[in-house]
């Protein structure tokens, strides 16, 4: 589907998606008007504390219609998001090399449904989406984690409630510690800009990441900083190197998540 065609679509709130088709050589037939398809689906923006499974329980249809029909390839939403809601059967972007044949198999439908359900056309083109009546089989593209591993190295205190190393006293503790000796290299988790890149208290030389998407990760005790803020940085790019700085009992890394300010379990974040 044309992008701009979607995003009028958002704009005007209409209900139904209405799918422009673009025409087709039609083999030896007469010329046809281009048809208009009507897809059974809906739009929904997402709200803070929304998550995929409350949002796909509450229309009735499973989390991974939802997800291939927005081509998700993790359950990760975030508030603003506009959701394509499908009804009856899924959404399917056409990829490169696709045929009628190899879509139908891939979803477990019979391949003249399929065909009848788009209107019997022509080979579809890449980027144009079909609607797969409901399918037997939804092949979800590889899970990808929004955050890759800032180092590699053992947990030594997960995200939760601790005894505080230092203070001995019930404390929580708001990331992930990653033990790894002095003057390992960290490396961003996500694509972003840096927002803190200096010294701030019992986390000592910090790293902050705003990931703009509602993201920011922290990375803490470090013991050289080798970007400045304002600095937009890649996955995986090198940011400091780790250390033993600020509120520290040993060399590691503390890798914090937090999502509009509030610290999140990165675990189920990486890979
Ligand atoms: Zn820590």
Known sequence: MNNLWLLAILALGLPLLL???ALQADLGGPAQTVPTISFPASTYQVKAGDTLSAIAARFGVPVAWIMVSNSLSST???PGQHL?????????TVKPGETWHTIA???GVNVETLREANGRWAEPRAGTQLFVPAPEIVPLSSPSAPFQWPVR????SGFGPRIHPIYNVPSFHAGIDLAVPEGTRVRAAAAGRITVAGWEGG????VVIDHENGYETYYAHLSKVLVSPGQHVQAGEVIA????????????LHFEVRYLGTP???RPLLP
Do not use: E
């Open 19 to 21: 799918v422009p088709w």
């Open 76 to 78: 990760t939403i975030y």
């Open 84 to 92: 394509v809601i499908p009804k009856g059967g899924v959404l399917h």
């Open 105 to 107: 198999q891939a979803y």
């Open 153 to 156: 190295g053992p947990i030594s």
């Open 203 to 206: 986390f000592g030389l910090l």
């Open 241 to 252: 190197l780790s250390g033993n700085t600020g509120l520290s009992t040993g060399p590691h």
């Open 264 to 266: 999140v379990d990165p």
